[in-house]
Nanobody, 119 residues
Framework: VQLQAFGGGLVQAGGSLRLSCAVSGSQYNINVMGWYRQTPGKQREMVAVMTNGGVGDYSGSAKGRFTISRDNAKKMSFLQMNDLKPDDTGVYYC??????????????WGQGTEVTVSS
């Protein structure tokens, strides 16, 4: 299973970015899709996740500014980030959880896409 994340970049504070994540290589339906952020010296933290039923959850800092969505048919997730702040800077990783017959629940990570917000 491979995840490819893209859409990161450099943006000024107050600007917007839209991250995309494409999942390939799995014959199974995707359960949870999510986005996580990591900054130097810190643990990777959840930004937003969404179940296959469309229920989303957000970190406190993302709530109200970021929106996660997904296209189940295309096995893609998206993170629309508005009103970006310098504290949003980091490497954003997409993640997916897939229940695989005979292997159980598996979690997969993409390679990360870097977001830099300048003040």
């Amino acid at each position: 299973v491979q995840l490819q994340a893209f859409g990161g970049g450099l943006v000024q504070a107050g600007g917007s970015l839209r991250l995309s994540c494409a999942v390939s290589g799995s014959q199974y339906n995707i359960n949870v899709m999510g986005w996580y952020r990591q900054t130097p010296g810190k643990q990777r933290e959840m930004v937003a996740v969404m179940t296959n039923g469309g229920v989303g959850d957000y970190s406190g800092s993302a709530k109200g500014r970021f929106t996660i969505s997904r296209d189940n048919a295309k096995k893609m997730s998206f993170l629309q980030m508005n009103d970006l702040k310098p504290d949003d800077t980091g490497v954003y990783y997409c993640n997916t959880g897939i229940y695989e017959k005979d292997r159980g629940y598996k979690s997969y990570w993409g390679q990360g896409t870097e977001v830099t917000v300048s003040s």
